[in-house]
T-cell receptor, first 113, second 115 residues
Framework: AQSVSQHNHHVILSEAASLELGCNYSYGGTVNLFWYVQYPGQHLQLLLKYFSGDPLVKGIKGFEAEFIKSKFSFNLRKPSVQWSDTAEYFCAVSTNTGNQFYFGTGTSLTVIP | DAGVTQSPTHLIKTRGQQVTLRCSPKSGHDTVSWYQQALGQGPQFIFQYYEEEERQRGNFPDRFSGHQFPNYSSELNVNALLLGDSALYLC??????????????FGSGTRLTVV
């Protein structure tokens, strides 16, 4: 079965620090990749997505992610975090054989002013 | 505004009871999926509805059932509640069942506590 691993469970950074959150998936076929963010008390919001093409994807709020097929990875990056980036971040994968998403367990990011 | 509306926002039930959660999809969306998010976990797929039929189901027991209405809104029913059913239940909608794997819009969820 497909699975998604997020190795960083809790990350604490100071403002202006760089961020990289890891995401690995297990599936041998074609995948669609997503990063969602959940701010405290709010719904899941799409940060960025990858379907095909350029493996470096840019999303909202200065986030980007790189798909490395050989490593089954889709890591999220931001060069300089802000206090407002404090949230839970979820990596998700869908396949072309079904409509369900497989989510990782999430990474809690706390940014200290 | 998420565009997807769920009700109620919070609910407390006793073990063995039954519960119904409701979802109105974003305008223009016809496909509704339900996810369970336990504390400290990522969302897990329960099932998906399109054209008033369950189209796909995750690894959840038959105690979990659903319905979709002609206006695309949906209900999630859970019978014989267990303590382990305590979770945030998320509804997600997408505009096209054939391309639902391309992305969802999520609601804010219903927090169910079973005591």
């Amino acid at each position: 079965a497909q699975s998604v691993s997020q190795h960083n469970h809790h990350v604490i950074l100071s403002e202006a620090a760089s961020l990289e959150l890891g995401c690995n998936y297990s599936y041998g076929g074609t995948v669609n990749l997503f990063w969602y963010v959940q701010y405290p008390g709010q719904h899941l919001q799409l940060l960025l997505k990858y379907f095909s093409g350029d493996p470096l994807v840019k999303g909202i709020k200065g986030f980007e992610a790189e798909f490395i097929k050989s490593k089954f990875s889709f890591n999220l990056r931001k060069p300089s975090v802000q206090w407002s980036d404090t949230a839970e971040y979820f990596c998700a994968v869908s396949t072309n054989t079904g409509n369900q998403f497989y989510f990782g367990t999430g990474t809690s990011l706390t940014v200290i002013p | 505004d998420a565009g997807v509306t769920q009700s109620p926002t919070h609910l407390i039930k006793t073990r063995g009871q039954q519960v119904t959660l409701r979802c109105s999809p974003k305008s223009g969306h016809d496909t509704v999926s339900w996810y369970q998010q336990a504390l400290g976990q990522g969302p897990q797929f329960i099932f998906q509805y399109y054209e008033e039929e369950e189209r796909q189901r995750g690894n959840f027991p038959d105690r979990f059932s659903g319905h979709q209405f002609p206006n695309y809104s949906s209900e999630l029913n859970v019978n014989a509640l267990l303590l382990g059913d305590s979770a945030l239940y998320l509804c997600a909608s997408s505009p096209d069942w054939g391309r639902a794997n391309y992305g969802y819009t999520f609601g804010s969820g219903t927090r169910l506590t079973v005591v």
